[in-house]
């Protein structure tokens, strides 16, 4: 029997072997990708790339030297679209999933936690499709704006947001609630202060991720944002946005707008890897403070 | 005093209509521990319960009416094309513009369904075994110190945008497949009849080998999960009759981990099915149906990425916007079904802490 | 009454309700600095001047914001000026295409749209009341690839052949006519195209239906069309890459983009027998000798066509890029086309037609010959406001 011991042993390890080559071709695209934008967009990066306008379309040619430029007004369009997303999202998709986690008898509990579940798979140019139709019969003067990428993204964050804050709720316990009641606090402050405070971890979690899904869309901003070559105007008028830019200069003719939305990719990964890091410690710290270690 | 939201039956999940006892610290109480409260009828709830609830509601109601505000614009602004084509349209295979020449117009989804269907077949195939793979090297087999750097590093590839795999596609994938990979396909595998016409680089395989990249992440997090969740009694009582431990995987873990598995993988069909931008910037963008794996197609995200704007008449427009419509329903359908085989398997333990 | 405390570790949630309130109000206290941010840097980065002080006096009343979409072919022209004009800040353009420029403006969705091909009957029955007016002109040129060939001769009628899929071979008896020196090679022509909706890909397409009944019969002219053979690629940067890296492709970019990415491309035959390789003069003569009998602004301007002008030196594809804006400004653009920005409007139509011209040959373009200038400074006098005309608050033209 030695030898079909042998054989499976074998088979074992082969597989082993195969599951690890799995890994390994898995993670060949991510280090090509990254190696990519560090090398395109690496040599661009510096402070005035990250707080100057774009340059003039140029690609370098004998008597032609062609200006570094920056990208300014698309992180600050980011922040300012992804923040305004993000006012509308949060309070929407928190009160949704207070609603289904702490009234959940009620059918409508129910329905908003499938409603929720089944929306994250929404098509992220479905939401800008939606928002662009609507603001076209609404107001046409605003479908391009900050104000129409904002509600753009918010359909995409609120079902996360209120998918994972459901489930956190969810994950405190009973008594927590019948010991506050019990206690005479009335359901709206044990709801918030006792209840999301003890879920807060789970809260923000899904709350930067719903941010950091948004922070790298571009789909639903091609018909709502517009893209632009200034800085933030007002709610009303378009901006730019990292992704939108990419999308934008990335099949340019022009040699120093490719490398330009090369240093916006780079940009663009480090501040989703750096908010996703960032708020995993935070967040690991408040859960061992609240377990009182 | 009435003791209530203690007992069993009526308190649980019944909302805030008890009226409180008065609390220690409630300021309103005063000294001789006899609120104002007390002479409230009872089941009657207070004012700030009440606003508290209304807006929990309205927070509630909002996501609903999204949903269904999106199925219904959708769905009005396609009704030209829902009025010319009826059911035909869903097995159209033509997609002609007006032109100068000919203003003959017929617009049909089959290019992209098939279109769809085709690149996120491509990616199921090759990313499944990809994902499996790496989900069950890294919660059985892989050694304690890497199981955590393993399972960060495929996450990390759910946290590059999707415009970065499209640009990276065009600058990497796109002229790699058009000098290397795609000749040797005509090559060597022609004979299947797959993999006919020009070779151009980007198309229906191309940009299938991105999705699937993309989708790794989705699946296998998922599945780790699901394998992380075996009961270590399983694995141990398999290793102790003498299993291997690729033996131990298939007979303790898979079988335990099977639905969620197969919800991960639904999961990711999903995810793949509406993908859009990595998509755009590599298919090719031609409105027929593909020929061969080699040809340039179009899925119906990246139709609505090109088309919506580019005014070809109203019934153009409507048809794109009911293409997108049809998107919809297929990926809310997918992700039904991916949340309900995914509750099934944690659908006991989500009765528990619910109530 | 009273039940035991919950023994459970979170019970110091309720401990530490101070802490937790803090922390909603950090949350709310970071979307409001996000909003305060914003507010605060609305405007920091205004568009600087790279061409230098604006020649001229025309300056938009304060605060005019105008967004402007289509034509990717104007798009370095209109980039230059929305930098020069008014401090930079004043216009916003995205090049999206000419068809989605004229989706766009006939939505009301931007307040004007540029397009290299101007509408047809059915999109002027969809949008009524949009005025075409030129303010530019370019070329397009034949490229591609084929390894140790130099420069290449065509015609109109081998174009048409090339494209209709009639020639399939790089030394087909046609092309070694033309090009005796050449050695071209036996290989089977890759054809490429325009896969968005496009401006090029119309005023391409306009030449070959004029060279070719064939061509004018089975396929047309348009910004879309249902090309015979090959393969689209996604604006002039696809067409140019995938010409540039594949071997015996054959494409059409604008001339701006030709000569602004030093790509080589070949000359076409005009109506008088002359091989010629576009350049920015032989397009401005083009411009010139077609005398062309202008529409009214508000007319139909399908067929107006610089294409195969008459004189000797003349590059015959050679074409107008045109602006579309309302005739009435009121309304044209929801609810944000106040008389300011109506103002600002003109007044930008006005400088880009007269005193933006001077940029126009740097930048590879073809300054608009004086019976177009004039035609259109009575066409933007025409644009009125709540019923009031809107002149040009610059006075004469600069």
């Known amino acids: ?293 | 005093m009435r003791c209530v939201g203690l007992t069993a039956g009526r308190s649980r999940g019944s909302g805030g209509g008890d009226s409180p006892i008065p609390a220690v610290t409630d300021s309103e109480a005063g000294t001789t521990g006899t609120a104002p409260s007390l002479r409230r009828s009872p089941g009657r709830r207070p004012i700030p319960d009440l606003l508290f609830f209304g807006l929990v509601t309205l927070g509630a109601v909002v996501l609903l009416v999204l949903i269904f505000s999106i199925v219904i614009i959708l769905a009005s602004q396609s009704e030209l094309s829902f009025r010319t084509y009826g059911l035909g349209y869903l097995v159209g295979t033509r997609w002609i513009v007006p032109t100068s020449a000919s203003p003959f117009q017929v617009y049909g989804a089959v290019p992209f369904i098939v279109g769809t269907l085709l690149t996120s077949g491509i990616a199921l195939l090759l990313g499944l075994p990809l994902a499996l793979g790496s989900a069950i090297f890294v919660a059985t087999q892989a050694p304690n110190f890497l199981r955590g750097t393993l399972g960060t590093a495929v996450e990390l590839l759910a946290a590059i945008p999707s415009v970065v795999y499209g640009f990276w596609g065009i600058y990497v994938v796109v002229p790699l497949m058009r000098t290397t990979v795609d000749p040797a396909l005509k090559q060597y595998l022609g004979w299947t009849g797959a993999f006919g016409g020009p070779v151009t680089g980007d198309g229906v395989l191309t940009s299938g080998i991105i999705l699937a990249i993309m989708i790794v992440p989705t699946i296998s997090a998922v599945s780790r999960e699901t394998l992380f969740a075996v009961p270590a009694s399983q694995r141990e009582a398999a290793l102790s009759l003498g299993a291997t431990s690729w033996e131990t995987t298939r007979i303790a873990s898979l079988p335990y981990a099977r639905i969620g598995i197969f919800g991960a993988i639904v999961l990711g069909l999903g995810r793949a099915l509406g993908e859009t931008m990595a998509v755009t910037m590599t298919i090719g963008n031609r409105d027929a149906i593909p020929t061969s794996l080699l040809s340039q197609g179009q899925t119906i995200s990246s139709l609505i990425a090109n088309e919506l704007t580019s005014n070809s008449g109203p019934l153009q427009y409507s048809a794109v916007v009911e293409a997108g419509l049809i998107l919809l329903l297929i990926s809310l359908l997918v992700n039904v079904a991916a949340r309900l085989l995914l509750w099934r398997v944690s659908g006991g333990r989500r009765v528990v802490l619910a109530q | ?398």
């Open chain 1, 1 to 293: 029997m030695s030898s079909r011991l042998q054989r499976r042993k074998w088979w074992s390890h082969l597989l082993t072997v195969l599951s690890g080559l799995c890994v390994a071709i898995v993670l060949v695209p991510l280090v090509s990708v990254i190696y990519t934008a560090a090398r395109i967009g690496g040599p661009a990066l510096s402070l005035s790339f990250l707080t100057s306008n774009p340059p003039e379309a140029c690609t370098p040619s004998p008597g032609i030297t062609c200006a570094v430029g920056g990208i300014g007004p698309a992180i600050q369009g980011t922040v300012i679209v992804v923040g305004v997303a993000a006012a509308i999202a949060v309070p929407i998709g928190l009160a949704a999933a207070i609603f289904a986690a702490e009234y959940p008898t009620r059918w409508l509990g129910r329905a908003i936690s499938f409603t929720a579940d089944v929306l994250t798979g929404l098509p992220s140019i479905i939401a800008g499709v939606f928002i662009y139709l609507l603001l076209v019969i609404y107001d046409p003067a605003i479908v391009f704006s900050v104000i129409s990428g904002a509600l753009a993204l918010s359909v995409i964050m609120i079902p996360i947001v209120t998918r994972t804050t459901e489930l956190s709720l969810r994950t405190v316990p009973q008594e927590l609630r019948e010991a506050a009641l019990a206690l005479g606090i009335p359901k709206w402050r044990t709801t918030l202060q006792i209840v999301v405070a003890t879920a807060l971890p789970g809260v923000l979690t899904g709350t930067l991720l719903a941010v950091m899904r948004a922070a790298g869309e571009a789909a639903p901003l091609l018909f709502t944002l517009f893209g632009s070559r200034l800085g933030f105007e007002g709610f009303n008028r378009p901006a730019q946005a990292l992704p939108l830019l990419i999308y934008n200069f990335a099949e340019s003719g022009a040699e120093n707008w490719r490398e330009l939305a090369w240093g916006a990719s780079l940009i663009l990964i480090l501040m989703i890897l750096v908010t996703s890091v960032l708020s995993r410690l935070v967040i690991a710290r408040m859960v061992r403070r609240m377990r009182g270690s």
């Open chain 3, 1 to 398: 009454m009273s039940t035991p405390a919950p023994t459970s570790p979170p019970s110091d949630a309720i401990v530490r309700q101070k802490s937790r309130t803090g922390v909603y109000v950090a949350v709310a206290i970071v979307i409001v600095l996000v909003l305060v941010v914003a507010g605060f840097s609305a405007g920091w980065f205004k568009g600087s001047s790279p061409g230098g002080g604006s020649p001229g006096v025309c300056q938009p009343p304060s605060g005019t914001y105008i967004e402007g979409a289509g034509s990717s072919l104007v798009f370095p022209l209109m980039y230059q000026w929305e930098t020069v004009y008014g401090g930079g800040t004043a216009v916003n353009y995205a090049s999206v295409g000419s068809s989605s420029g004229i989706t766009d403006i006939s939505a009301k969705t931007v307040a004007y749209g540029a397009s290299d091909a101007p509408l047809d009957a059915a999109q002027r029955q969809t949008a009524t009341g949009l005025l075409t007016i030129p303010e530019s002109a370019g070329g397009v040129v034949p490229i591609y690839n084929l390894p140790g060939v130099g420069a290449l001769d065509f015609n109109g009628t081998v174009l048409a052949n090339i494209y209709l899929g009639t020639i399939t071979q790089w030394n087909d008896p046609a092309l070694v006519a033309l090009n005796p020196k050449a050695s071209l090679p036996d290989q089977p022509i890759q054809v490429v195209w325009r896969s968005d909706g496009s401006g090029t890909s119309f005023i391409w397409t306009s030449y070959l239906s004029l060279e070719s009944p064939t061509w004018a019969q089975n396929v047309g002219k348009g910004t879309e069309v249902n090309w015979p053979v090959g393969t689209g690629q996604a604006k002039n940067a696809g067409v140019s890459a995938y010409v540039g890296e594949t071997p015996y492709t054959i494409g059409y970019v604008d001339l701006n983009y030709a000569l602004t990415d030093a790509i080589q491309y070949g000359s076409v035959e005009n109506p008088s027998g002359t091989f010629v390789l576009a350049n920015v003069t032989n397009t401005a003569t083009a411009l010139t000798d077609a005398h062309l009998t202008l529409p009214t602004a508000g007319g139909d301007w399908y067929n107006v066509s610089a294409l195969n002008s008459p004189g000797s030196g003349d590059y015959p594809i050679t074409s107008l890029t045109y602006v579309l804006v309302y005739q009435n400004l009121s309304g044209a653009y929801g609810s944000s086309m106040g008389m300011t920005d109506a103002q600002g409007l003109v007044d930008f139509l006005y400088w880009a037609v007269t005193t933006g011209q001077s940029y126009s040959t740097q930048l590879f373009y073809v300054p608009l010959p004086a019976y177009i200038v004039t035609a259109d400074e009575a066409s933007i006098g025409s644009i009125t406001y709540n019923g009031a005309s809107v002149p040009n608050s610059c006075g004469a033209s600069v």
